[in-house]
């Protein structure tokens, strides 16, 4: 289920946003991804290093069954 | 206009991008992401085989992290839910010509990826894995997240002419005239 947050914009900036082309609707979904990786990885223990190491481990696995089922 | 300057038809992200959503430190990749999943002129694309193997082990990486299965299950749904999967045996072909083109075998579906969809970028941390001046030959840019905007601003400058921007708006501006330039 989804939770919504209130953000406040300067009524110039959004009018300037609009008519420099800049789609709201879509800059509206980006903040919404944008929030939720941020308020996510806030609180996540992984840094660069480990995430690159557990990067590496899952594109092993998955060539090595890719690698089978392709028959390389 | 010249190979290095043909704008991308896709972007292959490669999976330590996709983990920049769990890094804390990673705000700018976070950010570079929020912006292309959400463009409709760019396929952004990973092998199938990688997603599913990203499934597979959404438990460990909950152990890793710290965060819980539903919160991991919900980032990546908003992020691998808006890209494009293809099944390796898609573009077969061309893994097996990626197989000397990457120091890593593992690295080879990204690769046959990105040759399947060229003109393509591969979006990687880890830009010494693949052999950048061949793919480059064959139309495939290896890039780091930070590179990606710059080299966006340099097609569209090439396409157009437009005052330089920086940083994200530079990419926010840049991805909205590439569509225009496609009209």
Known sequence: MAAKIELEIPREVLEHAKDSGISIEEFRKSLEIFGTMQLASETSRLDRKKADAMSERIKARSWEKARKNLGL | ?183
């Open chain 2, 1 to 183: 206009m010249g190979e290095g300057s043909e704008k991308p038809g896709a972007i292959i992200i490669d999976t330590n991008v996709l983990f920049s959503s769990l890094v804390k430190q990673d705000g700018y990749t976070q950010a570079l992401l929020s912006i292309l999943l959400v463009q409709k002129d760019i396929v952004l694309a990973v092998p199938k085989s990688i997603r599913t193997e990203i499934n597979a082990h959404i438990h460990e990486i909950s152990r890793k992290s710290g965060l819980p299965v539903k919160v991991l299950k919900d980032v990546m749904d908003m992020t691998l839910g808006r890209i494009k999967v293809f099944g390796d045996d898609e573009f077969a072909l061309e893994i097996k010509e990626a197989a000397g083109l990457v120091h890593h075998g593992h690295d080879a579906p990204f690769a046959g990826l990105a040759l399947k969809l060229r003109p393509s970028v591969i979006l990687t941390y880890n830009k010494r894995h693949f052999n950048s001046y061949d793919l480059e030959k064959r139309g495939v840019k290896v890039l780091e997240p930070c590179e990606l905007a710059s080299y966006l601003d340099m097609v569209i400058r090439v396409n157009k002419k437009v005052k330089r921007k920086g940083g994200i708006l530079k990419l926010i501006s840049g991805l909205y005239l590439l569509r225009s330039n496609k009209a």
